[in-house]
Each structure stands twice: as structure tokens, then as C-alpha cells.
């Protein structure tokens, strides 16, 4: 069983990641959950800023967590310690498709076959987005990668990601999104938002209609994430706000090791500046706290009504987001 074989030593809470050679297994899977995620948006309710769309991190790998299909629902699962993909149906269907290196052509029409298969017809527009070469799936026989060990080393990295933003969402009470896995930019996310209306987006994303950032950025918002394959700085956790407030990019933020990347219009704290530091939680920890108030301060926000006075308790023993409380 191919989970037999997991990574020995993956128990280090920030391994080391092996993305100077892991891109052609994570183009890969970036297009596959593009797959994935598409057959999620074209049947889930609609939900502001696309939040009805995304995958989220789970114990094994990815998930769509259910979607409703008429009065069924059906969920779809990579794992990647056994290495495939799960598809279960609350009427008791399901398959199962090894990741094995394969290209996305293939890996599109067996997926659509097999959900046709189980009884859920779904029609998707066949193409990437947020992607300067956007192949038709059916037609992409170029990425076609698959390591076990850097897909595995990729979910690894995601969690500890994804455990320490939601804890830091825990310190806000307003509009906030959850911590959630963009598809489009294949990177986590989470979004703080002050409750005012923004500018409309100017658009601009790589085979991505404007309309679409328009919904994304309706509402001013401080947002931060994680990158799993920067170009120039490797995997990196990233923050940024919109609209940019006069001095944002300026702001000293911490820790040290964090800086402005004017090529992403983004804060960035990369993830061997976080495996090095003594309390490498605490550092990713300040990263998020210091760029979100860098831009919550300059932009004008009302943080006394959108923070919780005292922090949750964990578990929690008394109300937090109740004035006076």
C-alpha cells in the first residue's frame, strides 16, 4: 500500500520542503484541482467573494467538503499518503483514482467519466484560469508529474499553513473568510474585512474575466496566505491589503526576515526564514499580526469594533465577541 511508504521524519512540525524540484509535480496538481474545483463551483450555491468555490486542507490531503448535487452530495478527496483520489456520494456511490504520473488530459476524462459514472452529470468550462498558458484540460498532455514525496511534502507544509492562520483568525470578530484553498492561485488564504465597500478591481489576472476580481474584491479587506512555490523565494506565507493604503508597502512589519515584494504587491515572510527562527509559530504569528495592522491603521479601520477586546479562551469559557463582555 502505497501509504505505508510515508516519509519517515514527517513528524518535524516544519519540514523541510523540497520546492527547488517539486515544480513539475505541483503544476501537475495545480491544474487537477482546477479540475476539482471547477466541478465544485459549477454546483455549490454562490457565496461572496467566491468563498463557494474552494478546497480546504483535511488530515490526508485536499477536500471540496460536501457539494450538493439535487438531494444528494457527494465530496471529493486527494490523498496524499495512500495517493489517490477519493470521490464518496451520500447514497453510498463512490470511486477512486490512483495520483500517479499522468497527464491532465487523462486525469479530466477519467474524472468526468467516473462522476458520470455515479450519476452526477456537471458540465465545466474546460479551461485553467489565473494561468498565463491556459491549456484545455482536455487537451494538456505537458503537465503530467506526479513524485509521491513532493505531494505529500507540499500537504505537509499546507497544514502547518493552515493551523497557524486559523489561529490567527481567532483574533478578529468581524466579516472574516475562513481559512480556505484557492484553486485558481493554488495557494491558502484568509481574508479580514472592514465592512466598507471597495473600488472596483481593475482586473488584469492571467485568463481571468474582471468581473470575477470585481466579486472577489467587493469589500475593502486585509488578506494573508501561503504561497507553496514563489519563483524567486520559494514556498513563502504573504499578506497584502485592498485598496493599498498611502504607505502600506512602507510599513515596518515583523519579524525581520518579512519584506514588501513590489512584484506581488505583497508582504512576504518565506518559509525557511519561518523552519529557522527559534519559535518558528511566533514568527508567522507576527508576520500576520504586524501586516494586518499595518493595514487596518493606515486605511482607517475601526479595530476597537472588529477585535475581540480579550482573545478566545481555548476552549473557550465566556463570550468574546460581545461589547463589555
Known sequence: MIGSETIAGTDEPWPELPWRDWSPTISTLHMWAQIVGKVRMALAPPLNHWWHVTLYASSRGLTTSPIPYGHRHFQVDFDFLDHRLDVTDSVGGSFTIPLVPQSVARFYREFMDELRGIGIDVRIWPRPVEVADAIPFDADEQHASYDPRHAEMFWRGLLQADRVMKAFQSGFVGKASPVHFFWGGFDLAASRYSGRPAPLHPGGVPNCPTWVMEEAYSREE????????????????????????????????????????????????????????????????????????????????????????????????RPWSVPGR
Open 222 to 317: 486585509t488578506s494573508v496566505g501561503w504561497w507553496p512555490s514563489d519563483e524567486v523565494h520559494g514556498p513563502a506565507f504573504y499578506s497584502y491589503a485592498y485598496p493599498e493604503p498611502d504607505g502600506y508597502r512602507f510599513a515596518p512589519v515583523r519579524p525581520q526576515e518579512a519584506f514588501f515584494d513590489a512584484r506581488l504587491g505583497e508582504f512576504l515572510l518565506p518559509y525557511e526564514a519561518v523552519r529557522r527562527a527559534a519559535d518558528p509559530d511566533a514568527a508567522v504569528q507576527e508576520f500576520l499580526q504586524s501586516t494586518y495592522e499595518a493595514g487596518a491603521n493606515l486605511g482607517g479601520w475601526d479595530r476597537s469594533t472588529l477585535e475581540p477586546a480579550i482573545p478566545p479562551a481555548r476552549p473557550p469559557r
